[in-house]
């Protein structure tokens, strides 16, 4: 009797223990905006002198004028572009960019992974953070987001694709 005593309490510790791992996935990490690096961005080095007998030392440098941001959104035809389907790893991903006025004024994906609930809920959390980049952006050189790469890399592909249509 204690045979099956030890061995229901040990298959229903194991069931709980299984349960306790399929909800607790872990959380993506959404990767921080990093600053875009200009081609106007350059390090002036000056030909530094040190005089070493008189015990001073000086340095001529040139100024660092502050980096001008010059990337210039692209302006756009105004309508609705659709990208293509891109295969991911966990389903597919299609984007249509709306634009109005020379500037994208809107993103929806019309597909995406979500045939699983990790799928599911990594997307729900990555989606707001690539259409909120895209329309800082005005382009689609956005941020992967970390914990959906593939689903990133999708929608940045689909994205160039509809974007192109627009010029």
Do not use: C, W
């Not at 210039?72 to 790893?89: E, H, I, L, R």
């Not at 990594?122 to 689609?140: F, H, V, W």
Request: proline share 5%; net charge positive.
């Amino acid at each position: 009797m204690k045979k099956y005593v030890v061995g229901a309490a040990v298959t229903l510790v194991y069931i709980a223990y299984s349960f306790g791992i399929r909800n607790n996935h872990s959380k993506p990490v959404i990767a921080p905006t990093l600053p875009t690096k200009t081609n106007n961005q350059q390090a002036s080095t000056g030909g530094g002198s040190s005089t070493q007998s008189t015990g001073s030392s000086t340095a001529s440098s040139g100024s660092a004028s502050a980096p001008s941001n010059q990337t210039k959104a692209a302006a756009y035809k105004d309508g609705s572009y659709t990208g293509p389907v891109v295969n991911v790893y966990y389903g597919n991903v299609q984007v249509a960019a709306t634009v109005s006025g020379g500037k994208i004024t809107g993103v929806k994906f019309l597909q995406y992974p979500h045939d699983n609930p990790n799928s599911t809920y990594i997307n729900s959390q990555a989606r707001p953070y690539l259409k909120q980049e895209t329309l800082a952006a005005q382009s689609a050189h956005v941020n992967i987001i970390t914990g959906a790469t593939f689903t990133s890399e999708g929608f940045i592909q689909s994205l160039t694709s509809a974007l192109s249509k627009a010029n």
